[in-house]
């Protein structure tokens, strides 16, 4: 293994990986609410701003998990270059 310091995240890997775990938890949040409501009264689930609610932890949870892959993927690219700088 190599002694350098390879972990120097760029600014967009920083908002990335911010963004990622706000949006997962998130999801996470609306989905635990959602089964929180539903268990108490399952009709309230059908109305107001719950769908809404719901809505978010269907379509938030797939969006952070492609942004996770592609922060593994960023951060996984700027790593394989500054290892090739080192070899040069």
């Known amino acids: ?18 963004a990622t775990v706000s ?11 959602t089964l929180i409501v ?3 009264d399952r009709q309230a689930v ?3 701003f719950w769908p809404v609610v719901y809505g978010i932890s269907l379509f938030a949870l797939p969006v952070g998990f492609v942004l996770l892959i592609v922060l593994l993927v960023v951060a996984q ?10 070899k040069n």
């Open 23 to 33: 949006i997962i938890v998130v999801a996470l949040g609306s989905f635990f609410a």
């Open 1 to 18: 293994m190599s002694t350098e310091d390879t972990s120097n995240p760029s600014l967009f890997e920083r908002i990335l990986a911010f």
């Open 38 to 40: 539903g268990m108490n």
């Open 77 to 86: 690219r700027r790593r394989s270059r500054a290892v090739s700088r080192g």
């Open 46 to 48: 059908a109305e107001g």
